[in-house]
């Protein structure tokens, strides 16, 4: 199956309108996944919610956020309180995403998997994405998989450790506050590695 489930209801900006936006709106998703770094997972996610709402509409409009005059845009994010702790940068990232979807997808996020065969080919093309990296891509991969019905052949495979059946590495992962705590717990297991590692490389003081 490869059409995204309708009336999905999400969890990940753990507020019941932005979730709700979520699981209508593929491109809402796209954009709350974009945003899902240096800040905490739940503002990311509500962002989506919070830029329709300034733009009063129901619904992003790819086309539309194109089009918006790049300071305009800015200004939306930046205001209190602001999206993301990188407003302006992220401004930039959205419209650039929304302008390949308008050049490569007709403005419509759910062309990116409506077609796609494979995990692999809907993997490629989530790392096409401008702000989409690799692991970027693997989460949304799986998020699409496990809770919003887009399983194309081999999408768990595609997505790697996040696409394993209760893997809590990431977003793809939350379904209520009890698998939130699994997932944040992971992240600061691994922060800690990371912390250990780096420590254990630097040269020992005499």
């Known amino acids: ?25 593929p491109l809402a998703a796209l954009v709350g996944m974009l945003l899902d770094q240096q800040v905490p997972m739940e503002w990311a996610f509500a962002g989506p919610y919070t830029i329709a709402q300034r733009l009063n509409a129901a619904d992003l409009d790819a086309h539309e956020i194109a089009a918006y ?37 007709e403005g419509d996020a759910t062309a990116l998997w409506q077609d796609a065969d494979t995990g692999e080919e809907l993997l490629q093309r989530l790392n096409d994405l401008p702000g989409f990296g690799k692991q970027k891509a693997q989460i949304f ?19 790697g450790d996040y ?36 420590a254990a490389k630097e040269p020992k003081s005499k």
């Open 1 to 25: 199956m490869s059409d995204m489930d309708d009336h999905v209801t999400l969890h990940l900006a753990q507020h019941p309108e932005a979730d709700e936006l979520l699981g209508r709106s």
């Open 69 to 105: 005059d790049p300071e305009d845009f800015a200004t939306l994010l930046s205001t209190k309180p602001a999206v993301h702790r990188y407003p302006g940068s992220m401004a930039k990232r959205i419209q650039q995403l929304c302008q390949y979807l308008v050049d490569h997808y």
């Open 141 to 159: 991969l799986a998020l699409l998989g496990k809770q919003l019905g887009v399983r194309p052949r081999g999408w768990q495979e595609a997505a």
């Open 163 to 198: 696409g394993a059946p209760e893997a809590y590495r990431s977003v793809a992962d939350i379904t209520g506050p009890d698998s939130l705590h699994k997932v944040r717990a992971h992240k600061q297991e691994l922060k800690a590695e990371a912390k250990a590692a780096k």
